[in-house]
């Protein structure tokens, strides 16, 4: 079974601090996605991935950045979080046998 | 950038069929998936469609029109249990595109 996991399942930071957000899978797949999901906005997809030390910018990247050193990491940051960033924060990795998600991890920004 | 339209809520009674559709607009189309996604949990991927036609998983089944940037999830049979939230997504140029989500609600 594919496995995607996250490095927390609920985080409380507070505004300003930075904000490390990592993801592991462990089916050596090349696309990874970082999203964020709000109600009624649906999923949002922030950074993806397609290759180690390759990164573009999703539909929302302002306020977060991404590293990618090795093909099974992919790491969200938030620079200075800010209250708006209170969300809950999904990973994904695909391939040809479809997208699977990770746990997800709800931050909460003071 | 790309756009996805599906209808925001649906309701139907245990053993209905229920048709959830999507619209979408965008550019270097490689295929449209579907998630479901129950209260507190992650998505978790039903359907893929690259080609025209229709795919058929079980009591769930997915259709794709390129030629008209269409497609829908068809819940047949419904249960109790496919009360969720259904995503439709598009994969173009690496990146994969949410829908805001459909939520079907499922009564006895």
């Known amino acids: 079974d594919v496995k995607v996991t996250q490095s927390s399942r609920y985080l409380v930071k507070r505004t300003g601090e930075k904000v490390f957000l990592e993801c592991v899978q462990d089916?050596?797949?090349?696309?990874m996605f970082w999203y964020r999901q709000d109600p009624g906005l649906g999923l949002r997809l922030i950074y993806f991935?397609?290759?180690?030390?390759?990164?573009e910018k999703g539909d929302i990247p302002e306020g977060y950045s991404v590293s990618r050193e090795k093909k099974e990491r992919f790491s969200l940051i938030l620079e200075s979080a800010s209250t708006n960033q209170t969300s809950m924060y999904l990973c994904?990795?695909?391939?040809?046998?479809?997208?699977?998600f990770g746990p997800g991890t709800r931050l909460t920004v003071l | 950038g790309q756009s996805l339209e599906q209808p925001s809520e649906v309701t139907a009674v245990e053993g209905a069929i229920v048709q959830i559709n999507c619209t979408y607009q965008?550019?270097?189309?490689?295929?449209l998936s579907w998630y479901q996604q129950h209260d507190g949990g992650a998505p978790t991927f039903l359907s893929y469609n690259a080609l025209d036609g229709l795919e058929e998983t079980g009591r769930f089944s997915s259709f794709l029109s390129r030629s008209d940037s269409y497609g829908y999830l068809l819940l047949q049979e419904l249960q109790m249990k496919d009360s969720a939230s259904y995503f439709c997504a598009v994969e173009s140029d690496y990146k994969l595109s949410f829908g805001a989500g459909t939520t079907v609600t499922v009564r006895a």
């Open positions: 965008t550019s270097g189309f490689y295929g």
């Open positions: 994904a990795s695909s391939s040809q046998r479809g997208t699977f």
């Open positions: 089916m050596d797949h090349e696309n």
């Open positions: 991935s397609y290759d180690v030390k390759m990164k």
